[in-house]
Nanobody
């Protein structure tokens, strides 16, 4: 069982920045694919960014150039730096850990961007 703890969400004005953190307990992020997903009210949960064990990254088109995913294997923590935030980025953000057939989710952290 891998336990993921997200932090860093909050309320920010449009154009502002936030940095989300996801600390993993019980599993090494260095061997996993780590992802950030988000879910707005009434919407499905969608991938925002992910980073693989070899450090390659993927981003949804709407955040390219604004968001950066990174990880610190020594701290066993994944980050999502979010710049130039827009009201449409408002959602609950979830951290995900995938290794083989195993997938674990954090509890989510709320990000609210005011216009």
């Amino acid at each position: 069982q891998v336990h993921l703890v997200e932090s860093g969400g909050g309320l920010v004005q449009a154009g502002g920045s936030l940095r989300l953190s996801c600390a993993a307990v019980g599993g090494r992020i260095s061997i996993a694919t780590m992802g950030w997903y988000r879910q707005a009210p009434g919407e499905q949960r969608d991938m925002v960014a992910r980073i693989r064990s070899a450090d390659s990254t993927d981003y949804v088109d709407s955040v390219k150039g604004r968001f950066t995913i990174s990880k610190d294997n020594a701290e066993n923590t994944v980050y999502l730096q979010m710049n130039n935030l827009k009201p449409e980025d408002t959602a609950v953000y979830y951290c995900n850990y995938i290794f083989g057939q195993y997938s674990f989710w954090g509890q989510g952290t709320q990000v609210t961007v005011s216009s």
